[in-house]
């Protein structure tokens, strides 16, 4: 498959996730393979010490045997690096004219990717979902997961991107020439990675668009609360200061701003 053949490609970061990654897969694929678009889906191993990838390779048999779909990309890590880093990889390794990222639980439908779609098509650069817009649709979280949110969310829009209502919801969709140069300029490996790539998108004139979506809560979170919130809180700092020199002019080597 060449790649001006692939519409779309959907990045799923994996860490552990044994639990859960044949459903998230399976609804993927199944979604995809309905639409009129060619698509790819790239897995990115973080550094798992369960059977994740085992469980990818079996769905991926099952799928191009009983199903007629394309088997996904699977690229690893020995080492666990951190969420971040796996999404950069996933973005460095997209061939798509669109690119998706999302999280590998699927608390967010995959369906909800036409709205996401909608605005790229409307001349976005990156749309982001939402869990905190007046019309998302989110089931309850439990309440120090919903106070941690807010007061993040209340911490970015004061220190990093003003207007944004939520950065951490784990569906966001990128063109391509987007993906790649956030990608490039990419540096924090952990959960704040959502935020430097809206802090990067608003210093290089990126146009980002926030959409409500639909989100379910889904045991098995990564995030601690404690531990992550001030790891979060030092990082919004690490992103003001690591790109306090940057704006539009800053492109990646061969491309134009």
């Known amino acids: 498959m060449s790649d001006k053949e692939i519409d779309l490609s959907v990045v799923i970061p994996a860490y552990n996730e044994e639990a859960r990654i044949a459903d998230t897969l399976l609804a993927v694929k199944d979604y995809l393979h309905q639409q009129p678009i060619r698509s790819e889906v790239i897995v990115v191993d973080d550094g798992s010490r369960d059977l994740t990838l085992e469980v990818v390779k ?3 048999i099952y799928g191009s045997e009983m199903k007629e779909q394309e088997t996904s990309r699977i690229t690893t890590d020995v080492t666990n690096r951190g969420k971040g880093a796996a999404v950069r990889r996933g973005l460095e390794l997209a061939r798509g004219r669109w690119v998706l990222f999302t999280d ?3 608390s967010t439908p995959i369906s909800e990717i036409e709205k ?3 605005e790229i098509a409307e ?3 990156m749309v982001i979902g939402s869990r905190r817009m007046p019309t998302s649709d989110v089931e309850p979280q439990p309440f120090h997961r919903r106070v941690m949110g807010w007061f993040f969310a209340f911490l970015v829009r004061t220190l990093a991107v ?9 569906f966001k969709c ?10 490039a300029l990419q540096q924090m490996n952990g959960f704040s990675f959502d935020v430097e790539h809206l802090f990067l998108a608003r210093r290089l004139g990126l146009a980002v668009v926030e959409v409500p979506v639909r989100w379910v809560d889904a045991p098995g979170t990564k ?8 790891r979060m809180l030092r990082d919004l700092l690490r992103i003001r200061l690591l790109h306090r020199s940057l704006n539009g002019s800053h492109c990646v080597a061969g491309e134009t701003p």
């Open 58 to 60: 079996t769905i991926d």
């Open 104 to 106: 590998a639980d699927l």
């Open 162 to 170: 003003p207007g944004i209502h939520d950065s951490q919801c784990g």
């Open 174 to 183: 990128y063109t391509r020439s987007s993906a790649s140069r956030l990608a």
């Open 123 to 125: 001349g976005a650069d």
């Open 223 to 230: 995030v601690r609360a404690v531990r992550d919130s001030w």
């Open 116 to 118: 996401l779609l909608a």
